[in-house]
Nanobody, 120 residues
Framework: VQLQASGGGLVQTGGSLRLSCAVS????????MAWYRQAPGKERGLVAT???????NYADSVKGRFTISRDNARNTVYLQMDSLKPDDTAVYYC???????????????WGQGTLVTVSS
């Protein structure tokens, strides 16, 4: 399983970016997909998640500004980021969860990260 994230870049305050993360390899047992971010000097934190059924959850800091979505046919998860702020500057990572077996075992795979820089 490999995850390829893309879409990062430099944007001004108030601008928008759309991140993508494509999953290649086996998708058997693939469940939740998520975006995390890590700002310089800070720990990696959850941005948004989406279940296989489409239920979403967001960090309070991005609610109303970011939208996570997924295209199961393309095995891709997206993060639409609007009204960007300098505090959103970070490396953004995608993560995919697999649940396999009986009894089930959970695996997590991470993308390589894509840098988002928001200038003031």
């Amino acid at each position: 399983v490999q995850l390829q994230a893309s879409g990062g870049g430099l944007v001004q305050t108030g601008g928008s970016l759309r991140l993508s993360c494509a999953v290649s390899g086996s998708t058997f047992g693939m469940e939740d997909m998520a975006w995390y971010r890590q700002a310089p000097g800070k720990e990696r934190g959850l941005v948004a998640t989406i279940t296989s059924g489409g239920d979403t959850n967001y960090a309070d800091s991005v609610k109303g500004r970011f939208t996570i979505s997924r295209d199961n046919a393309r095995n891709t998860v997206y993060l639409q980021m609007d009204s960007l702020k300098p505090d959103d500057t970070a490396v953004y990572y995608c993560r995919v969860e697999y649940v396999i077996g009986n009894p089930s075992v959970t695996y997590h795979y991470w993308g390589q990260g894509t840098l988002v820089t928001v200038s003031s």
